[in-house]
């Protein structure tokens, strides 16, 4: 995988997205020799249009990451990748529209617009095709050998055969230190040189899955391993990186302290992240308010009560604030006073709850709480105080959560379907404790740009 600005992007699919650029490119080109051909003209050097081409190119490449053309189902079923690259580029064409209308010297025609969105399609897709499954292959996986053949490297096992996955596992070590779940693990005690034996096996990483550390540290087949080259890691390194979450099972406060992250660098990030929110709230407070506005009369004339929904949450360091949505559910949804999650068909939800919810329009007057200053457009979802002191006692490092200021999206909303249930709560913490941990404004962009996705494919909104 390579890092970038803190998150890591896997090899393949950083090279797909190089090589669906340059194509990209190419079919802007040949859409615009194709059109001034239909006319008899002669076209100018392509050096005239690069401004246009590039435009193209990253308006399309930009919709196809928002709608998840480079995620797992898309890069493993060409029926899933055809589907997500017919919205992509429909939506990448809408988005040219609208910037060829604000800088009309980034414009093509019309007409060519039209044909190069057709080869675009046709070259994308071909290019799936012909790679069939080669970058899901070995041949872009990573090597790994495991130390350890307990519950822990079952983990990394099962872990390796999921959808996506990239890395391959050449070699497990029985360490002697617990019971043994991997039974082609090899026992420590029959490797003369473990050093050369990962050598051997041509791994390019070795991730430590003890079940005991304490005096279990093969601390000289390490060192031996790391002058080789070969990269050592530990396992919630290892599963943040390849799952992009902080995984509860594993890590301890030292680990939380001691590795990279919660830096204090941030600070400029933050006041451009700062900046971002209003003028972007601002933007969509003015936009949406007719929408605001309508929906309103409509929660109004379907049941009821107000058309706005106040309730307090746990927001930054664990203050509280009042959060501002369209009301979904009946006034009565919670006449004992106990605050309850939201369920699967939820009863409580009226007709026109149901429709807001769906397309999310719901959380639309959440733009002002930002502007306010109490939320942001990306972070943890804000939870209520009952919530939030029921799951601090049962999960270790929830409050940590409150060290970012609340979302209206996040990375757990992107990465985790709809859940409300404990191991939701747990599973959701994990993402939201990598994004308090690893934050840039390239991971804001990119879960801004996902959460395109989810209003497209709303799975599991309640």
Do not use: C
């Amino acid at each position: 995988m390579i890092r970038l600005f803190k998150h890591y992007v896997p090899h393949a699919v950083l090279l797909l997205g190089i090589i669906d650029f340059l194509l990209l490119m190419a079919a802007a080109e040949l859409g615009w020799i194709y059109r001034l051909s239909e006319i008899g003209s002669i076209p100018e050097p392509i050096t005239t249009r690069i401004p246009q081409l590039l435009a193209f190119a990253a308006a399309i490449e930009i919709s196809m990451v928002a709608v998840g053309v480079y995620g797992a189902e898309a890069l493993t079923s060409l029926r899933f990748a055809f589907a997500r690259l017919l919205v992509a580029v429909s939506l990448g064409i809408l988005a040219l529209s609208s910037i060829f209308f604000l800088v009309p010297d980034l414009s093509l025609w019309r007409s060519n617009l039209f044909y190069s969105m057709f080869i675009s399609l046709g070259l994308l897709f071909s290019l799936r095709i012909l790679l069939g499954k080669t970058l899901g292959g070995a041949a872009f996986k990573r090597r790994l050998v495991v130390l350890g053949a307990g519950p822990r490297a079952q983990r990394i096992k099962e872990l390796s055969k999921q959808p996506g996955s990239g890395f391959v596992v050449v070699g497990y070590i029985a360490m002697n230190d617990g019971p043994q779940e991997i039974p082609e693990a090899i026992n420590r005690d029959a490797i003369y040189n473990l050093a050369d034996h990962v050598v051997l096996l041509n791994a390019s990483e070795v991730v430590l899955a003890l079940e005991e550390r304490r005096n279990a540290l093969p601390l000289e087949d390490l060192l031996r391993i790391k002058t080789t080259g070969v990269h050592v890691n530990d396992l919630s390194s290892f599963i943040e990186r390849e799952t992009g979450r902080v995984d509860l099972d594993s890590v301890n406060p030292s680990w939380l302290i001691f590795s990279d992250g919660f830096s204090a660098s941030r600070r400029i990030s933050s006041a451009l992240k700062r900046l971002f929110d209003i003028l972007a709230s601002a933007v969509l407070l003015v936009l949406t308010l007719p929408l605001i506005a309508i929906a309103a009369i409509l929660v109004k004339l379907d049941s009821k009560g107000p058309a706005f929904f106040r309730q307090k949450r746990v927001g930054l360091y664990g203050q509280e604030f009042e959060m501002i949505k369209l009301r979904s559910m009946r006034t009565d949804a919670e006449k004992d006073g106990e605050a309850q999650w939201a369920q699967e068909n939820d009863p409580r939800v009226t007709r026109v709850g149901k429709v807001i919810r769906k397309l999310r329009i719901d959380e639309l007057p959440q733009a002002w709480t930002v502007l306010k200053g109490e939320m942001s457009f990306v972070g943890p979802r804000p939870e209520r105080k009952q919530f939030v002191d029921d799951l601090a006692q049962k999960m270790r490092y929830y409050s940590e959560r409150h060290m970012v200021k609340p979302g209206i999206t996040g990375w757990a909303q992107v990465n985790y379907p709809y859940g409300a249930s404990l191991e939701d709560a747990r599973h959701k913490l994990e993402y939201d404790l990598y994004y308090a941990k690893n934050y840039t404004p390239f991971l804001d962009l990119l879960i801004l740009l996902q959460t395109v996705r989810v209003i497209i494919w709303p799975e599991g909104a309640r």
